[in-house]
């Protein structure tokens, strides 16, 4: 897509390969796994690596990634620039 026509710019600042099962506490909140703490009948004890758990499954263990499986993953990290 050319600049002109994207509505954010974004840098990589970091990119790195990692198992599925070292997700950080603050990475899974970074990726925004909070919203299934307001899921009904969600249980409240969950850590957000587990609540990233039950998301991973949900997405991918039907296709034989999951979350028993531990795969690599990338880990791409980015900041939004301002223009």
Do not use: K
Request: with cysteine; proline share 5%; net charge negative.
């Amino acid at each position: 897509m050319r600049r002109w026509a994207s509505r954010i710019l974004l840098e990589v600042t970091s990119v790195c390969v990692e198992r599925l099962q070292g997700i950080s506490e603050a990475d899974a909140e970074a990726e925004g796994v909070n919203f299934l703490r307001h899921v009904p009948d969600a249980d409240e004890t969950l850590t957000a690596p587990q609540l990233y758990q039950c998301l991973w499954d949900s997405l991918n263990a039907a296709h034989g990634y999951g979350w028993d499986v531990n795969p690599w993953v990338w880990v791409v990290e980015f900041r939004r620039v301002t223009p």
